[in-house]
């Protein structure tokens, strides 16, 4: 059977949407169908219920979907087998948001590799839908996100509290930079400083955001830990008296995730997370 088949029943079961399907797999809808036609011609059984209301599985597309999800995992993890070097006998595939890569992929990384050497370590920094429908679709084993999706068959651990509060330059505090931390952050700010999110410069990526209000002013909201070390050497200072706002950050996997160099890793995760005083940019 086309491993693609599989994938496509299991893109539709997670979205129960043919459409859905289709934008998240980049097809168009056409192609989405006839690839459920060929799989329900191949086991001989009808496996979606289609309605205005979206897509619903069969009985017998209940039975299959175990059998799917085995395929598409033993495939993948076929794939990486195989392309291992010689002196690595097993893999983990990780991925962050854009925001979190420096530090938490710096480090995890360096602690992966130092509790293991013979793991292979693929990793991808990217948003976090584009991460969240990978580790659906067993293309990463485990993600760090700010926004986790509760997904069934997921586990979502929060690592580490965070907080975004406002900074602004010791010395040139203006202009007001505006930096998207997501749509929860977005929610946040909206409702306590309603009517404030112009600025003079806007960012979808906090680091380039704080280097530009490090060398030439600004202020803005920006994590914690990465503001911490500028706050105590006098360069950057807490506007007071501005709102917080929680930024928790999540690593999210599957529970059906034994394997060893799963473990080791979300080990590994834990105990990097805490180890600096303070994160960098």
């Not at 949407?17 to 809808?29: D, G, K």
């Not at 595939?93 to 360096?110: A, C, F, T």
């Not at 997921?154 to 509290?161: K, R, S």
Request: without cysteine; hydrophobic residues 40%.
């Amino acid at each position: 059977m086309d491993i693609e088949l599989a994938k496509t029943f299991l893109e539709i079961m997670h979205l129960g949407s043919f459409n859905e399907a289709a934008q998240r797999l980049h097809v168009t809808q056409t192609t989405i169908t006839a690839r459920i036609k060929a799989l329900e011609s191949e086991l001989g059984k009808s496996l979606f219920v289609r309605n205005r209301a979206g897509a619903k599985l069969t009985a017998d597309g209940e039975r299959f979907s175990s059998y799917a999800l085995n395929l598409v995992q033993t495939w993948e993890q076929a794939k990486q087998s195989l392309n291992l070097a010689d002196n690595q006998q097993d893999a983990i595939r990780i991925g962050v948001e854009q925001s979190l890569w420096n530090p938490i992929m710096v480090d995890w990384i360096k602690a992966i590799s130092a509790a293991d050497s013979a793991i292979h370590i693929y990793n991808q920094v990217s948003e976090a839908d584009t991460l969240i429908a990978a580790l659906e679709n067993h293309y990463l084993d485990a993600i760090v996100v700010h926004t986790p999706n509760y997904y069934s068959g997921f586990v979502v651990e929060q690592l580490v509290e965070e907080k975004l509060i406002h900074v602004q330059n010791k010395n040139q505090p203006e202009p007001t930079l505006f930096i998207d931390w997501g749509s929860d952050f977005k929610r946040q700010f909206d409702k306590a400083l309603p009517h404030s999110r112009q600025a003079a410069m806007s960012f979808n990526f906090g680091p380039l955001a704080l280097k530009i209000m490090l060398n030439q002013g600004g202020n803005g909201y920006f994590r914690t830990r990465v503001v911490s070390p500028y706050l105590a050497q006098g360069k950057l200072k807490k506007v007071q008296g501005a709102p917080e706002f929680t930024y928790p950050v999540y690593v999210m996997y599957r529970k059906s995730e034994p394997a060893n160099a799963i473990s080791v890793a979300l080990e590994r995760l834990r105990l990097s997370i805490h180890q600096e005083a303070y994160w960098r940019v």
